[in-house]
């Protein structure tokens, strides 16, 4: 599904990148693709790479180096932070839906 252009997804990334290697463990590449599908077209490593900077430099996602390749997957406190995070927003959607 292709999102309207005034649906800005932006803000809400981290989460996003966090909702996807919560579930399986990617690379940059992978992840923008991913959730660039759901926006209608592919992030640039210019969006993708800095917000997951900001996640490891709060300890909440780490990497693996496979090569050439940082693979990503969520730290403990990644995984406490994207629970909180997904109530929040949960909570959040089902007031607008009413």
């Given at each position: 599904?292709?999102?309207p252009?005034?649906v800005?997804?932006?803000?809400?990334?981290?989460?996003?990148?966090?909702?996807?290697?919560?579930?399986?463990?990617?690379?940059g590449?992978?992840?923008?693709?991913?959730?660039?599908?759901?926006?209608?077209?592919?992030?640039?490593?210019?969006?993708?790479?800095?917000?997951?900077?900001k996640l490891?430099?709060?300890?909440?996602v780490?990497?693996?180096?496979?090569?050439?390749?940082k693979?990503?997957c969520?730290?403990?406190?990644?995984?406490?932070?994207?629970?909180?995070?997904?109530?929040?927003?949960?909570s959040l959607?089902?007031?607008?839906?009413?």
């Amino acid at each position: 599904m292709k999102l309207p252009k005034y649906v800005d997804l932006r803000g809400l990334l981290s989460f996003q990148i966090m909702h996807e290697i919560k579930k399986k463990q990617y690379c940059g590449e992978d992840l923008a693709s991913i959730i660039g599908e759901r926006k209608g077209n592919k992030l640039t490593p210019g969006t993708i790479y800095p917000t997951l900077k900001k996640l490891r430099e709060n300890n909440l996602v780490k990497f693996n180096q496979n090569g050439r390749k940082k693979i990503y997957c969520l730290t403990k406190k990644g995984v406490k932070e994207y629970k909180i995070s997904k109530r929040i927003l949960n909570s959040l959607f089902k007031k607008i839906s009413r």
